[in-house]
């Protein structure tokens, strides 16, 4: 309440409306299974499109699991999901065991091996370089390359402009030697702040024998495995470690260092360099001219070529090669359903580093049923791993993927083993053209059905149900269904993808992998989640407001209103806004114990659509004179 202690007018700014709900978003999908590269415990960040997944998470090609190559099912996903219509995706990337990075410091040292994703091996006097995260995707190609900048060094006042502290300078005199390099370094004299250059215990205060200083920097450029990805570039990075720029770290041992000041960097800077080998910038530039190979002429030499402006980059630049990081081995239920992190670890995996991401509404493990007929046991654990998490996380649901090569028998019975309203099955496999092998190939469903999701969810609305939609993307099916076999199916709850002549492959089926006759179809309970989600997140204001009629009133107005805008828009049930909701919140839903343990009890009914899953339309004969 407002003191008024003095006189005076007092202007003040009240509300005369209740509260309003937004509807949450009901297309944010997260997927879960092993990819090329990429974070295996960091709750992941949101992507937008292919080219950002392949940026972070690897390339296109197969994965080996140690027993021959299969497709990249993730990769595949990802590019079925933003075809059909899908606009928001969370990965997470599941890892089992697998083989170290190597890195060959140089052409005539040894492999060093590293832990993979956890840093690298300490090595006196070698510059090591690693990939942050394990995987085939992290056998990449590191080139460095040194670049000499503008003069810095004005010759008449012997001063010099555009320098920092720890700036590494090349001296250039009349001495037409080898490079000469230098740190810069300030001083005082007499009081006034001045430049100089050191090297070792020597300083020079510039007032004699110098012609140029040119500061040294180096740009590292990443090169994917695959070619069809960009490349990684980092360019003008100080050699010192010490380096700072308007109060920020931008050395090379800071933007490749193992720990991260943020998120984002942890997740998008693909390698590790180790630099404690060395005790400052001239010890590193040093190291690196030494790397490259000596030519038969030696005014052609790296450490030459920074003196010569005309030079190219590749004369000024130096590779390392990571080999030996492989795709581990096929991962299982445990490495599915993650680890949460110890109480002062913020590391998460698997589906436990989805459960800190609000946003999400479809969940899906694409390419978990590979090979079900010969790993059952397994992939239903991991499957029932993904609806014990949609179940438990509540505003969610799961695009569950029929397995490879299965018979109407064995789709059948995979579903006799499931049942929940959390979860929808859908069968068979989908054909499209594998631009890798250039040939057909069949994908699990997921994928494209979570596009879909998102995409009638955006042309219609969550009440309408993502079924009679055109798959994009698809030439074929694994199996062909007709309307007999799709009848002994349907009402097992099993959704299956059909073709029909002149209207393509579509999806034909909206059930919910549940025996409750009440939950049965997929849009009924993701409208629900929906509408729960958003009054959820819309009257989180009223939590210890005074319990009484002004806060019963304000609850029923904004959820009243709510309601209101969904029966308009077609959501609802009903020819008056009555018969298509009810909101109660007073003495008739509140018992005096209620008010006293701080409860406030409102109850809400909505009439909610269901699919015109049958269209039955009555035609008999009639005569011209009979009359209506």
């Not at 407002?2 to 997260?30: D, M, N, Q």
């Not at 929808?424 to 594998?434: G, K, S």
């Not at 092998?437 to 494209?448: F, M, R, V």
Request: glycine letters at 8%.
């Amino acid at each position: 309440m407002p003191e008024y202690l003095a006189p005076g007018v007092y202007v003040e700014e009240v509300s005369f409306r209740s509260k309003s709900i937004e509807g949450v978003s009901t297309t944010t999908t997260a997927f879960i299974g092993p990819t090329r590269f990429g974070p295996i415990d960091l709750v992941p960040d949101v992507i937008t499109g292919l080219v950002e997944y392949e940026r972070i998470y690897g390339d296109r090609q197969p994965l080996d699991f140690g027993s021959g190559a299969i497709h990249n099912y993730m990769w595949h996903a990802v590019r079925m999901f933003f075809e059909n219509g899908g606009k928001r995706l969370y990965i997470a990337r599941t890892f089992r065991g697998g083989s170290p990075e190597v890195v060959n410091a140089s052409p005539l040292d040894s492999p060093v091996a590293f832990p993979p994703g956890v840093g690298v091996s300490q090595q006196t006097g070698a510059l090591l370089v690693s990939a942050r995260f394990p995987g085939a995707g992290g056998n990449m190609r590191v080139r460095i390359t040194l670049n000499a900048g503008p003069n810095v060094f004005d010759a008449a006042t012997k001063t010099l402009r555009g320098v920092v502290e720890n700036d590494v300078v090349m001296l250039n005199s009349a001495n037409a030697g080898a490079p000469d390099f230098w740190f810069v370094e300030s001083f005082f004299d007499g009081g006034t702040p001045k430049w100089r250059i050191r090297q070792g215990g020597t300083t020079n205060d510039l007032s004699a024998g110098v012609n140029t200083l040119q500061i040294i920097s180096a740009a590292v450029t990443v090169l994917p495995p695959d070619p069809n990805i960009a490349s990684f570039v980092y360019p003008e990075l100080a050699l010192d470690a010490r380096h700072r720029r308007n109060g920020a770290d931008d050395s090379m041992a800071s933007m490749f260092a193992l720990e991260q000041p943020s998120m984002g960097r942890a997740r998008s800077i693909p390698i590790v360099m180790n630099l404690d080998a060395f005790d400052d910038g001239l010890a590193l530039i040093a190291y690196i001219l030494g790397l490259a190979p000596v030519p038969s002429d030696p005014t052609k030499s790296m450490a030459q070529q920074l003196k010569n402006p005309a030079s190219s980059d590749a004369e000024r630049s130096f590779d390392f090669v990571l080999e030996g990081g492989d795709d581990g081995s096929l991962p299982e239920v445990d490495d599915y359903e993650g680890h949460g992190g110890a109480p002062d670890d913020k590391t998460k995996s698997g589906l436990k580093a989805l459960e800190d991401i609000d946003e999400i509404s479809i969940v899906a493990a694409p390419g978990s049923t590979l090979n079900f007929a010969t790993r059952a046991a397994q992939e239903l654990a991991i499957l029932n791993s993904v609806i014990s998490h949609a179940q438990r996380m509540r505003y969610r649901i799961a695009v569950l993927d029929s397995g490879d090569k299965q018979s109407i028998a064995d789709v059948r019975d995979m579903r006799g083993k499931i049942d929940t309203s959390y979860a929808a099955l859908y069968y068979p496999w989908i054909t499209v053209f594998d631009p890798v092998t250039q040939k057909e190939i069949n994908l699990p469903p997921s994928g494209a059905v979570a596009g879909i999701y998102a995409r009638n969810d955006i042309e219609r609305g969550v009440f309408k149900a993502p079924a009679n939609e055109v798959v994009d993307g698809a030439i074929g099916l694994e199996t062909l269904l007709n309307k007999a076999q799709q009848d002994v199916l349907n009402p097992l709850g099993v959704n299956c993808f059909r073709f029909f002549e002149g209207r393509g492959y579509r999806l034909w089926g909206a059930r919910t992998a549940s025996s409750d006759p009440e939950w049965k179809y997929v849009n009924l309970r993701r409208y629900f989640a929906y509408l729960e989600h958003s009054i959820d997140k819309g009257t989180q204001w009223a939590v210890f407001e005074p319990n009484g009629e002004r806060l019963w009133s304000n609850v029923r107005i904004t959820i009243t209103d709510f309601l209101f805008n969904e029966w308009q828009n077609g959501a609802l049930l009903g020819d008056r806004a009555e018969k298509a909701f009810f909101v109660k919140c007073d003495r008739s839903t509140m018992t005096q114990n209620d008010l006293d343990n701080g409860r406030l009890v409102c109850l809400v009914g909505v009439a909610a659509l269901r699919p015109a899953e049958y269209v039955i339309i009555r035609v008999g004969q009639w005569t011209a004179d009979r009359k209506v």
